[in-house]
């Protein structure tokens, strides 16, 4: 059996409103799962379930009340949740990718560019990541002449097909997906598809969150109820 | 990762001030390792950039210590060294970008003598030499080495600054300050800085305190925030955290405040 | 030279009623206080208390209050401005100094042990027995660079000089050579930038290893400092673009001279000029041992005007 990649132990979130009364708001209790290398866990639940709380939750992107989430990083698990900041950002470097729903632009930046700067900043040299990102680029069909340019003029599916680049090039062994398809037409719809079932090929653990049916049976190798997740507002 | 590196750059154990009976900052302890970058945010009057003059030898604080690792002799109390070791130390391994340009630069002297003075106070003495990596470092800071004899208020607000930051760099520090970098200018012009400023902090694997009220800036440059308040520390954590997740009230007030940070 | 003077009434005939050079005994101590320290620290700036003068500040104040508190009465007093012992200025002082100490005058450097100089230094050697006095309108090398005193201090103190060699880029970017030409930043002793005063970069050589003691006054800012005898002072430059001292095509009109500092004087209303010596007294000497330029008869001509 392969390497277990992300536990998931008794996480709870509660987000605490203190400029509206201190209203608290649990979203989630007590998740726990496990996703092995090479399987695909798909969060399954209505809308305000918690589903995207929870993908941010294991990118440490929110901060957690309760729980535990362990990443296998270099080779041994570590509880993001309780690690230092610098800890964080060299296991995001490192190990966990994460495609959002939304690209954020950084002025300036030519699209090409924003997909490779991750590569970048695993000291690859300026040209080999231009390289690859502008193959991948292709891949997912933005044209040579677009990447060039920045992303915050794009369409809201070239955006997300410039974030979902930048989110596979490096290969991260954790992905974290986020309605990646989203607001993709049929043909990208099944490059990611495909991209997805490639990083399974290569031992990617992935989490994802998708709309779509046919994707979602396309790529998934377990689901993950969120309906049990989400206790009633207190 | 070798131990050394494990080793902040820089800390500040309960670093506290007061302008008289005015509290500027109170036991504010922080770490800043190399090549990251750490924002302090808060608005007007929260003590940040006490706590920046304090980090970067300017303001001897009232209580409180702040260390700084150095290439030769370890880890030493800034306000520990003499004065004459603490300018080499500032013009050598450290920076400093003023919110005004006109707090860091010489506007009598041309933009090459500004880039160049750093150079001159640490011995450089080949006038060709020290043109060469002036005209270098315009160009890195994306002004046109045609303009290298020229006076710096001729220059644009985006260009002072930018000139600021050559002037600066050309020593390769490894730690830099920056009080409100892009106070002060265009929308359009603070993102080209910004941009130059992200490629070189991380091109250079500089470690930089900025102070900002600005929260967009911080989400682009800043690793790490520290949330100031009444001169106190309310929250700190991965710039995305506290942006996205803030948990003090004061954080979540400051977030909410603004248009998409 | 002898540093009588507490009695004031031994050479010559001073002026009634004034005290031997004018100021008063305690001020004279004072002064000379301020230039023991500034002896033992050359090139450093010693505040000092400088009294009101009966000329002008601008006018020689800083350099006569320093000359008046080491003479002596067997002293042999010149005063040049510009080179020339002949100009208000200089005759003026000399006038000043002589009536109120009694001592003996001279244009000859030779003769002098003691000179009082605005803007040059004579073009003959000096010697260990004599001492020049240099008036100095801005002793502080740093202010073109630098406006606030304190820090201009601070950085004496750190020898914190990077920005003197900012001053001289400036110039060779503008000009393409160092275009500094008079009050030229000097080092001495390895240690203090120290402003020469108006002198011409001509000059400066002359100031490195001097047998004579250095002393400078500025009344204005009551400012004095000093380069002891045999004193290294180096002119700040830069590897690529040494120092260098002004050259001329021409020699001496009057005397040949080829190595002094030459003056470019105007000699009618058509636009006739020559060069001639800047320093009249080396001038004179060079003529009265034989050498001869290539007009000598507009010495008359020259001294019209």
Redesign the interface.
Known sequence: MSDVMIRVENLGKTFTLHNQGGVAMEVLRGVEFEVRAGECLVLNGPSGAGKSTLLRSLYANYRLQRGRVWIRHRGALLDLAGAEPRRVLEVRRETIGYVSQFLRAVPRVPAVDVVAEPLRLRGEMAAVARRKAAALLERLNISARLMELAPSTFSGGEQQRVNIARGFLPGYPVLLLDEPTASLDATNRAVVIRLIEEAKAGGAAVVGIFHDAEVREAVATAVHDMTAAAPAAA | MTNETEQPLLRAVGVSHWYGGTLGCRDVDLDLHAGEVLGIVGESGSGKSTLLACLSARLRPAAGRVLYRTRHQGTVDIYGLG??ER?LLM?TDWGIVHQNPRDGL?LA??A??NV???L???GA????R??ETARAWLERVEIDAGR??DRPDTFSGGMQQRLQIARNLVTQPRLVFMDEPTGGLDVSVQARLLDLLRGLVADLGLAAVVVTHDLAVTRLLAHRLLVMRRGEVVESGLTDQVLDDPQHPYTQLLVSSVLQP | MTMRGMDGSTAGAPLEGYNFAYLDEQTKRMIRRAILKAVAIPGHQVPFGGREMPLPYGWGTGGIQVTASVIGPDDVLKVIDQGSDDTTNAVNIRRFLARTTGVATTGRTAEATLIQTRHRIPERPLREDQILVYQVPIPEPLRF?EPREPETR?MH???????M??KL??D???CGRISTAYNYPVLVNGRYVMAPSPIPKFDNPKMDRMPALQLFGAGREKRIYAVPPHTEVKSL?????PFEVQRWDACCALCGAGDSFLDEVVVDDRGGRMFVCSDSDHCRERRDAGHRGPEPEAVGQVQEI
Request: charge should be neutral.
């Open positions: 004065e004459a300018r013009r010489r002297v041309s090459g003598g160049g003075e750093r001159m106070a640490v003495r080949h006038y060709g020290i043109r290298i004899d | 660079m601070r103190a750190l020898a914190d000089y990077g920005v060699h900012v880029y400036e060779i970017a503008r430059d830069f590897e690529d673009h």
